[in-house]
């Protein structure tokens, strides 16, 4: 059984940091590749940054430069890192991951972030 947990998540103002953490039950290698989702109040669910097996890293264009995803393979643990938070980043933030030759995406419980002076 796959389990992903999120942890990390609250309110901040303009301007600032929180990370995020989504750690496994299995060992991420397992994966072709985890990555963080995530959905604003009233709209659909959207990529945020995706990590692959190799290592490879994609961003959503409205985080590029402000997001950083990252891992620690001895902790299983998929984290990220967001800086200069903006009001349009308050959201419901998703750890999701595809496991190798396994047709079901995993998702984590969510977190949700809130971003307001």
């Known amino acids: 059984q796959v389990q992903l947990v999120e942890s990390g998540g609250g309110s901040v103002q303009p301007g600032g940091s929180l990370r995020l953490s989504c750690a496994a039950s299995?060992?991420?290698?397992?994966?072709?590749?985890m990555g963080w989702y995530r959905q604003p109040p009233g709209k659909q669910r959207e990529l945020v940054a995706i990590v692959t097996s190799l290592g490879r890293i994609n961003y959503a264009d409205s985080v590029k430069g402000r997001f950083t995803i990252s891992r620690d393979i001895a902790r299983n643990t998929v984290y990220l890192q967001m800086n200069n938070l903006k009001p349009e980043d308050t959201a419901v933030y998703y750890c999701?991951?595809?496991?190798?030759?396994?047709?079901?995406?995993?998702w984590g419980q969510g977190t949700p972030v809130t971003v307001s002076s």
């Open positions: 299995i060992n991420i290698f397992s994966f072709n590749y």
């Open positions: 999701n991951a595809d496991k190798i030759k396994d047709p079901l995406l995993y």
